[in-house]
């Protein structure tokens, strides 16, 4: 198998250094597809189908295009012609994964967490900067700004301490329903008796109270916690990551990349 003696894009003409038409296009779609999303996998098998090869007998792998990506003599090179736009270069760089683990915005890091699909509930992947990804049923990545996400759930949480009312209980089962106002026709007649018994009513009472609380489940205690919480919580500038840990029981990302928060009552708000 043959070995390349330039990079892939080039070659010789005269003896000087030239750009290769059709391998130069396919270095710019490879640059654009990953700035658009496309792995490195992904980008070997369409590579592959162009039937224009890395080097005569050898197909595409993800090696070979990471080798493409990372080449800085395709945007300035004294040696090399260019062949990229500092811009398409610069959107392929930034789309690089971080391997050093670390993340330019720390609130993503909380947002990771609780990040879910807004179709299926399956936790959303953060593949590289930008870029979140549900392997259950998104055909591609969604690109999302760091800075646009981190928005959408400062602006979600404002909304809600400013208006905490908005969290509403769950409504009750109808036989829920029933059972309190089977109760309360129960009190009402003994209340209504013409020689009221006293103890009667009592009972009647305790009933009806017994059947409010039987109505009341976990999602209508943490409407009232949520509610609390929000009212006392002072507002700040910036995602306050401990409210939304508090409140929240995930950040859905629709494939749109619209943004909502699924609350710990049951409750999904925005989006």
């Excluded at 979600?156 to 509403?168: A, D, K, N, Y």
């Excluded at 009750?172 to 006293?198: C, G, I, K, P, Y």
Aim: hydrophobic letters at 35%; a neutral charge.
């Amino acid at each position: 198998m043959a070995n390349r003696k330039l990079p892939f894009g080039y070659c010789l003409h005269n003896g000087q250094v030239r750009e290769e038409e059709q391998e130069a296009e396919i270095v710019r779609l490879i640059f654009r597809r990953y700035a658009d999303g496309a792995s490195y996998g992904k980008l070997a098998e369409e590579l592959n189908a162009t039937g224009c090869p890395y080097a005569p007998g050898r197909p595409w792998n993800k090696n070979m295009v990471a080798r493409i990506l990372q080449d800085g003599r395709y945007l300035d090179s004294a040696e090399y012609p260019r062949l990229l736009s500092p811009k398409l270069f610069h959107q392929a760089q930034s789309a690089r994964p971080d391997v050093s683990g670390r993340l330019e915005r720390p609130e993503i890091k909380d947002i990771r967490v609780l990040a879910r699909c807004a179709q299926c509930g399956e936790p959303m992947r953060r593949m590289r900067k930008n870029y979140w990804y549900c392997s259950n049923c998104m055909a591609s990545p969604r690109k999302i700004k760091d800075e646009a996400l981190i928005l959408c759930v400062e602006r979600l949480l404002r909304g809600l301490r400013e208006h905490p009312e908005s969290i509403s209980p769950a409504p009750a089962a109808e036989s829920e329903n029933e059972a309190v106002r089977t109760a309360q026709d129960r009190l009402t007649h003994e209340l209504e008796q013409a020689e009221f018994d006293e103890a009667a009513a009592k009972a009647q009472a305790i009933a009806l109270a017994s059947a409010r609380f039987d109505a009341l489940d976990s999602e209508d205690y943490e409407a009232m916690r949520l509610r609390h919480l929000l009212g006392s919580t002072k507002p700040c500038d910036g995602l306050d990551s401990e409210l939304l840990r508090q409140i929240a029981a995930a950040v859905l990302i629709r494939p749109s990349g619209a943004v909502s928060l699924k609350l710990k009552n049951g409750q999904t708000i925005g989006g």
